[in-house]
């Protein structure tokens, strides 16, 4: 975390990553586990806490400030998706063409995330060199 007020848009786009890197590491995991017997499913949840810190702001800028403030309590929350209900005899609920649609559907939203702070720290960059 960068503490500097200029980067609190990378904070957020970095703990947003870090989900989607844990989310990912989850649905393999899922799909690693699609014939393991009585196997539930497992994902997590970052969009909600997002939504939740941010929440109450009308302004973007100062809701992204809001919530950098409170970055160490911006994470994830991994959970056992549908834990009493199985979609096979074996007690197992992974739908492996589910996972595998969430997988690359999650892929494509982390190289997104890593595109954006790559961005910002392009502007960064350029006002750094026009200064000189």
Do not use: H
């Not at 947003?16 to 994902?43: F, G, H, M, Q």
């Not at 996972?99 to 559907?105: F, I, K, P, W």
């Amino acid at each position: 975390m960068i503490t500097s007020g200029i980067y609190n848009y990378v904070n957020i786009l970095d703990k947003a990553a870090d989900a989607a890197n844990l989310r990912n590491e989850l649905l393999t995991n899922n799909i690693a586990n699609v014939s393991t017997p009585n196997y539930k499913r497992k994902d997590l949840d970052f969009e909600s806490v997002l939504q939740g810190e941010l929440a109450g702001e009308k302004n973007l800028s100062k809701a992204v400030k809001k919530a950098n403030q409170n970055l160490e309590t911006l994470d994830a929350q991994v959970y056992t998706d549908n834990a009493s209900l199985s979609y096979r005899l074996d007690g197992n609920n992974v739908d492996i063409n589910t996972e595998e649609a969430r997988l690359a559907e999650n892929q494509i939203k982390y190289q997104a995330l890593v595109d954006l702070m790559n961005q910002e720290f392009a502007r960064y960059n350029t006002v750094l060199s026009s200064g000189n």
